[in-house]
């Protein structure tokens, strides 16, 4: 038996293959959702949004470890499972890109789908109102999953730029349904 070796049923202190960058390692952001199952978030997800797990977390590491010259995809995809506590597999710097851009064009078509709801009075101004505050509680849910504590102020005002341009929108929509009536008379 040779001493180079680790020693059975000790850790190797240093084992190969163990490399994890030290932002890694102080990455803190969902370790809330210790012991959490892939499946069980990802319906979570599913029945309040409609993004995955996997772009949800993708997407906020995009955004935490994103540099002057771009995103770190590589440390991403290499290290998510000691990012994100339910993500169990290694990933290509071309699958983080992938998921980082599903994330985008899904908010992308919720936003124009809201709007468009919103312009054409589909909505009433009361029932606009619950569908954004529906969507805020969703969301400061996951602010709070992911680790971040808003402060009561940050939330108001979040709240007040988010009501301030939804009262633009809906004016900007009446006066454009008025100037369309205008000219069909």
């Not at 709070?144 to 108001?156: I, P, Q, R, S, T």
């Amino acid at each position: 038996m040779s001493d180079d070796g680790p020693m059975p049923e000790v850790p190797d202190p240093d084992p190969e293959g163990t490399d994890v960058p030290d932002d890694v390692q102080k990455y803190a952001r969902f370790k809330k959702m210790d012991g959490a199952e892939y499946d069980r978030v990802n319906e979570f997800l599913r029945d309040r949004t409609y993004v995955t797990a996997r772009e949800w977390a993708i997407a906020r590491l995009c955004a935490d470890f994103r540099t002057e010259t771009g995103v770190e995809m590589t440390k991403i995809g290499e290290n998510l499972p000691e990012l994100v506590p339910f993500m169990t597999d290694t990933y290509t710097p071309q699958a983080v890109n992938q998921a980082r851009s599903s994330f985008e064009d899904k908010v992308r078509k919720s936003g124009a789908t809201f709007l468009y709801g919103a312009m054409c009075d589909f909505f009433t101004a009361e029932e606009l109102d619950d569908v954004m505050y529906e969507a805020t509680e969703v969301a400061k849910f996951l602010l709070e999953v992911e680790g971040v504590d808003l402060a009561v102020e940050e939330e108001l005002e979040a709240e007040e730029r988010i009501s301030s341009v939804m009262r633009e929108v809906r004016d900007a929509s009446q006066q454009l349904r008025e100037q369309e009536d205008d000219r069909n008379e």
